[in-house]
């Protein structure tokens, strides 16, 4: 990955916060929150059944009654045969995990709409939930953690992946046509093909996106693989906030970085052997963002903080 130093361009602010309870994510939501207006989705994910690494559920309640009376979590279905993957067994995990409190819209279950994408390299549109269109702004809401295929999953993953429609969009991320194997599509394509999806939706909400990742419980597993995920090895690190999406996952990488070597290893490692740091730059060349950026630590009235400064006092994670 390139240095902080290498990286050129305008900088963009990035919010952080080592204040890991809903406490902190009010706090932080409230830096960027008023970029939000009208109807407000919240892209999350809500995880398989009994997923145990999934943002904490009363966080995310207490957000909502407090900030955004009126939102929805939004979802869609999943492109693998499990819990999630027609919209009956979707909303059966749902009421599993505890998202019972506000409505919860799996975006293709009355169909898709093509959102386009401009200056793609693979797409020039995306298959999406159709209801993605219902709303006026979104916050995307993201566990910042390892990814099988993504090498990590943060925002750009979120939207990406998880707004393209379970069969058509997600097939045409992961899937060459004809092709056997439904993951064949591997490594820097998966990565731009994932970033050119989440350049659809990111331009299609313009000013009313904003995105917070939460860097805690991060296996290198996604929050797909539930139960079966990976042991958290990576110690928790915080909560980060933008308007810019680039700069958003671009921090919360090179916190993880920041971390002692022993401590990062197993989720540098996958986010280096499945080449996910072509997220980055494919979003940088696609215009999504900077990768340049200032972060600001709202626990010490904005301080300009570096990553290092941000994980000097993490602990070792405690199971």
């Given at each position: 990955m390139s240095p902080y130093s290498d990286r050129e361009g305008e900088e963009s602010t990035v919010y952080f916060t080592s204040d890991l309870s809903a406490e902190g994510l009010a706090r932080i939501f409230d830096r960027i929150g008023m970029h939000l207006s009208g109807k407000v989705a919240i892209k999350l994910h809500t995880g398989e059944k009994n997923g145990p690494n999934i943002i904490p559920r009363p966080w995310v309640h207490q957000l909502i009654s407090e900030k955004l009376p009126e939102a929805s979590i939004v979802e869609t279905n999943t492109y693998y045969d499990g819990d999630r993957y027609t919209t009956e067994q979707h909303r059966e995990t749902l009421a599993v995990n505890g998202w019972t409190f506000c409505p919860v819209d799996i975006m293709d279950e009355e169909g898709t709409v093509m959102l386009p994408i401009k200056d793609g390299k693979w797409f020039t549109e995306m298959s999406v939930g159709k209801n993605l269109t219902n709303y006026d702004s979104l916050l995307v809401l993201t566990h910042f953690k390892g990814h099988v295929q993504g090498g990590f999953g943060g925002s750009d993953k979120n939207i990406g992946i998880g707004c393209a429609d379970g069969r058509i969009g997600k097939a045409m991320i992961h899937?060459?046509?004809?092709?056997?194997?439904?993951?064949?599509?591997?490594?820097?394509?998966?990565?731009?093909?994932?970033?050119?999806?989440?350049?659809?939706?990111?331009?299609?909400?313009?000013?009313?996106?904003?995105?917070?990742?939460?860097?805690?419980?991060?296996?290198?597993?996604?929050?797909?693989?539930?139960?079966?995920?990976m042991p958290v090895v990576t110690p928790n690190i915080g909560i980060v906030a933008s308007t810019d999406i680039l700069a958003v996952d671009q921090a919360s990488v090179d916190l993880v970085y920041a971390l002692k070597e022993d401590q990062h290893k197993d989720l540098v490692e996958r986010m280096e052997s499945r080449h996910g740091l072509r997220q980055l730059t494919y979003m940088k060349e696609l215009s999504m963002g900077n990768d340049c950026y200032q972060l600001l630590d709202i626990d010490q009235d904005d301080k300009v903080i570096q990553p290092a400064e941000a994980v000097r006092y993490v602990v070792p994670f405690q199971y």
């Open positions: 899937t060459t046509p004809g092709s056997e194997d439904m993951w064949d599509i591997k490594e820097e394509e998966f990565m731009e093909r994932m970033t050119e999806s989440a350049k659809s939706v990111v331009d299609y909400f313009g000013d009313n996106i904003v995105y917070i990742n939460v860097l805690r419980n991060m296996s290198v597993s996604c929050d797909c693989e539930g139960c079966d995920a």
